[in-house]
């Protein structure tokens, strides 16, 4: 069952069976959760509404990136003639990608999930479990 509150408050819990996996020891009620600006619900709560309020991210076409980083996915989103890149750093420890021509032309910053994420000089720098999201200038 799903947690929507702390045991005490959440007056409509399931009774009529024993948690396996949702348990106040194994997961943080929504309430908790929603509190937490660093939480998960709130990371794709961002990435919901930055999709929902772009043409590219919710419509367009996906085209690979000659992006082969270790521990990183990346890819093109393409729309009406516009195209953004997307790239992942999917690993716990923060990624240089060496500046390729492909990503001289996308240098100018669209969106990012963390502020250190930067591109300087002859490298891309991307922290753990973050996104950088480029256009073109």
């Known amino acids: 069952p799903f947690l929507w509150d702390t045991k005490e408050k959440d ?8 948690p396996k996996y949702n348990t106040d020891e194994e997961q943080d009620p929504l309430t908790v959760v929603k ?5 998960l619900y ?15 991210l919710a419509l367009g ?6 992006i082969k980083e270790k521990g990183t ?8 003639g516009k195209k953004l890149l997307i790239i ?6 923060k990624v240089e990608i060496p500046v390729n021509e492909e990503l001289k032309t996308f240098s100018q910053k669209f969106f990012t999930t963390h502020p250190t994420n ?3 000089g ?3 720098h991307l922290q753990p479990y973050s996104t950088l999201i480029l256009e073109k200038i």
């Open 35 to 39: 509190a937490d600006t660093n939480s």
């Open 61 to 66: 076409d996906m085209e690979a990136s000659t």
């Open 122 to 124: 002859e490298h891309t």
């Open 73 to 80: 996915a990346a890819f093109y989103r393409v729309y009406e």
């Open 11 to 18: 007056q409509q819990r399931t009774a009529w069976m024993k």
């Open 42 to 56: 709130h990371y794709y709560r961002t990435f919901i509404r930055l999709r929902s309020n772009n043409d590219i």
């Open 118 to 120: 930067t591109i300087e």
């Open 88 to 93: 992942h750093n999917l690993s716990d420890k």
